[in-house]
């Protein structure tokens, strides 16, 4: 009989533990992150290049076509339509080549987008188990908690952590 009392205090004693659950506003966090902000300042900076590129090489591409135009009105007809193919492809040629770079920054984006997410959750997991969390979990929008508490918040905290070991 004591055995059955001792086993029901230890039930009642694990079954009261309490869950300790704090959350992280994901796009605040995103928002203050300085590798994060950092990384978007160079991705808009690229894009400027290569819409400056592009708008530059459409440029040239449109004076070569318009004294095509004015040439072509002394040449034979056979001739005209040739180079003009060959203008045509020369087009073609040049919008691939910017759609290939397009891509290519953008791919290269997304790697350093993915790598500062990764950065992010293995913070948050690291923060997570030093501090006794059971479970963090991630607001904002498109996020899991609706309401929270403000003790319970720990963007803050969070961002602060990042930031200290990204300026390192």
């Excluded at 309490?18 to 995103?30: A, C, H, P, R, S």
């Excluded at 004076?63 to 193919?85: I, R």
Aim: hydrophobic share 35%.
């Amino acid at each position: 009989m004591k055995n059955v009392v001792w086993i029901m205090a230890l039930v009642l004693l694990v079954s009261c533990k309490q869950e300790k659950i704090g959350y992280v506003d994901n796009v605040k966090l995103m928002d203050e992150y300085q590798e994060k902000i950092d990384a978007d300042t160079k991705f808009k900076s690229e894009e400027e290049v290569l819409t400056k590129k592009r708008d530059s090489m459409s440029q040239a591409y449109q004076f070569e076509l318009q004294a095509f135009q004015v040439k072509s009105q002394s040449m034979p007809q056979k001739k005209a339509q040739e180079e003009y193919g060959l203008l045509q492809q020369k087009g073609q040629f040049l919008g691939q080549q910017l759609q290939q770079q397009a891509q290519q920054a953008q791919t290269v984006n997304q790697g350093i987008l993915d790598s500062i997410i990764s950065t992010v959750k293995k913070e948050i997991k690291a923060y997570g188990k030093s501090q006794g969390y059971t479970y963090i979990l991630g607001g904002g929008d498109g996020g899991s908690v609706l309401y929270g508490t403000e003790p319970n918040d720990l963007t803050d905290e969070i961002v602060k952590i990042l930031n200290d070991k990204y300026k390192k």
